[in-house]
């Protein structure tokens, strides 16, 4: 079972430019967030889905941008990546809004 | 103010101690708690999920829940080394927006 799987897992860009991290679940889950981790901090959601076309802000939605046309995929982009975005990105899923989460790996990168 | 706070540690204990671990909330829309472990570079994998107050064991942990209180934790008999990670507590409300506590880092001695 591959649960929610994240790439990259590393990655360093310069100031200025963009990327996507990708994610996808296969267990079939509506719900899909994503959190970004500071050192020695909790997570902090980014944006989240609770089905195909439907997303919405979390608590730290500046400079990101996401979308999900499919049940299983749910990237996020930055755009004009900034220092202060260093950070590990977690992806996650969950089969309603009141189940448990499952996270990914994550994604570690680097902004210099 | 923050929504969930967790006792900051770290904590060191010696194999085999009784472990506690805290979270006090301030949302009363918060309806089910969760506990997560964190290894080392990895993501967070869940431990206990509770809607209830009370108690909820699983083996070797135990997850108390004081709606009245707003205060959670996570208890942990035996503890093992196996067990140093760190524990993070979750709230959360029907809408699908969880909250966590910013984490609590344990080191099980052998």
């Known amino acids: 079972n591959a649960g929610v799987t994240q790439t990259p897992k590393f990655r360093i860009l310069k100031i200025g430019q963009s990327m996507t991290l990708q994610c996808a679940q296969d267990?079939?889950?509506?719900?899909m967030y994503w959190y970004r981790q500071d050192p020695g901090m909790g997570l902090k959601l980014i944006y989240y889905?609770?089905?195909?076309?439907?997303?919405d802000k979390g608590e730290v939605p500046n400079g990101y941008n996401v979308s999900r046309s499919t049940t299983e995929d749910f990237p996020l982009r930055l755009e004009l990546a900034a220092p202060s975005q260093t950070s590990v990105y977690f992806c996650?899923?969950?089969?309603?809004?009141?189940?448990?989460?499952?996270f990914g790996n994550g994604t570690r990168l680097t902004v210099t | 103010q923050k929504e969930v706070e967790q006792d900051p540690g770290p904590l060191s204990v010696p194999e085999g101690a009784i472990v506690s671990l805290n979270c006090t909330y301030s949302?009363?829309?918060?309806?089910?708690f969760m506990w997560y472990r964190q290894y080392s570079r990895k993501g967070p994998e869940l431990l206990m999920y509770?809607?209830?107050?009370g108690n909820k064991e699983d083996g070797r942990f135990t997850a108390q829940v004081d709606k009245s209180s707003k205060y959670i934790s996570l208890f942990i008999r035996d503890s093992q080394p196996s067990d140093s990670a760190t524990y993070l507590c979750?709230?959360?409300?029907?809408?699908?927006?969880?909250?966590f506590g910013d984490g609590t880092t344990l080191t099980v001695k052998p």
């Open positions: 996650a899923s969950s089969r309603q809004g009141d189940s448990p989460l499952h």
């Open positions: 267990m079939n889950h509506n719900y």
């Open positions: 889905s609770v089905g195909a076309g439907i997303t």
């Open positions: 949302n009363s829309a918060f309806q089910y």
């Open positions: 509770t809607y209830s107050s």
């Open positions: 979750a709230e959360g409300t029907n809408a699908g927006k969880s909250t």
